[in-house]
């Protein structure tokens, strides 16, 4: 089991920045596949970006030009660059770890993810 610890969070006006980071001091996050997802109350959780072992990336369409998904393997940490927030993007953020040994490519189905991290939240106003 992966343990993933999120940080990064934070309460910000709209079009501003944050960057979240998501660390394991237990595996080597090069060897799975990555992503964030988010989930605000009474909704279901959602992708917003994601990458594969391959370094191909997928973003959520609304994510687009705004969010960045990378690694820093020598680190062992998965980052998201967050700019140009919005209101609507207001959740909890959490990052997650699939094994792809079957599909190396990037995935922004929670259900594919088995481990995931506590969370962090983030907050915009307007």
């Known amino acids: 089991q992966v343990l993933l610890v999120e940080s990064g969070g934070g309460s910000v006006q709209a079009g501003g920045s944050l960057r979240l980071s998501c660390v394991s001091t237990?595996?080597?996050?090069?060897?799975?596949?990555l992503g964030w997802f988010r989930q605000t109350s009474g909704k279901e959780r959602e992708g917003v970006a994601s990458?594969?072992?391959?370094?191909?990336?997928m973003y959520l369409d609304s994510t687009k030009g705004r969010f960045t998904i990378s690694r820093d393997i020598g680190k062992n940490t998965l980052y998201l660059q967050m700019t140009n927030l919005k209101p609507e993007d207001t959740a909890v953020y959490y990052c997650?770890?699939?094994?792809?040994?079957?599909?190396?490519?990037?995935?922004?189905?929670?259900?594919?993810?088995?481990?995931w991290g506590q969370g962090t939240q983030v907050t915009v106003s307007s």
């Open positions: 997650a770890a699939r094994d792809c040994s079957s599909w190396v490519g990037p995935n922004l189905r929670p259900q594919a993810f088995s481990a």
């Open positions: 990458v594969g072992r391959n370094a191909i990336t």
């Open positions: 237990e595996y080597a996050l090069s060897n799975y596949c």
